[in-house]
């Protein structure tokens, strides 16, 4: 499925009355899912290509009018934005992080969200991992490719 099509399917499926939606081709994977606070969420994944998964939905251009810092690459592993968006921490406001400092996490657990184009993308953890440090803040814009986590892989 190329970005046209992703995209055109999240457009239809904004427009529908459906809550839900997951689409299958080969090994990729979209799901959809309405009535989350603050708009759709979207999640892609690949069965056999994890890296795949992020490759339609960082292809989204999105035009800012301001400019985030690019943080210098931390030391060790790190686990990057997948696409330019707005940094989330938790689901909604009132609610916990996904993660925090000091926490392990598996594989495909959520790590955070990133908003964009008014799509609300999760971000899961590609490996078993423990979070060393959270480098960018609720609320905070992100670039492709920033480093948002410093992880040590298990």
Same mark, same amino acid.
């Given at each position: 499925?190329? %970005? ?20 299958? !081709?080969?090994?990729?994977?979209? *799901? =959809? ?11 892609? @994944?690949?069965?056999?290509?994890? *890296? ?12 800012? @009018? ?5 943080? *210098? ?24 992080? %996904? ?17 964009? =184009? ?5 971000? !899961?953890?590609? %490996? ?5 440090? =959270? ?13 948002? %986590? ?5």
């Amino acid at each position: 499925m190329d %970005f046209k099509e992703i995209k055109e399917l999240i457009r239809v499926f904004d427009k529908s009355e459906l809550n839900k939606l997951k689409v299958k !081709e080969g090994e990729f994977e979209v *799901a =959809m899912q309405k009535g989350f606070e603050g708009g759709t969420v979207v999640t892609t @994944s690949a069965v056999a290509a994890p *890296a795949v998964a992020a490759a339609p939905v960082a292809a989204a251009p999105v035009a800012t @009018s301001e400019a985030a810092p690019v943080a *210098a690459a931390p030391a060790g592993d790190s686990i990057n934005s997948p696409m330019v968006g707005t940094y989330y921490a938790s689901p909604s406001p009132e609610a916990p992080a %996904f993660v925090k400092v000091g926490d392990t996490v598996k594989k495909g657990q959520t790590l955070c969200i990133l908003e964009a =184009m008014k799509i609300m993308n999760e971000v !899961e953890a590609e %490996f078993d991992c423990k979070i060393v440090d =959270m480098l960018v803040t609720d609320g905070d814009p992100v670039e492709y490719d920033m480093p948002i %986590f410093t992880v040590e892989k298990i």
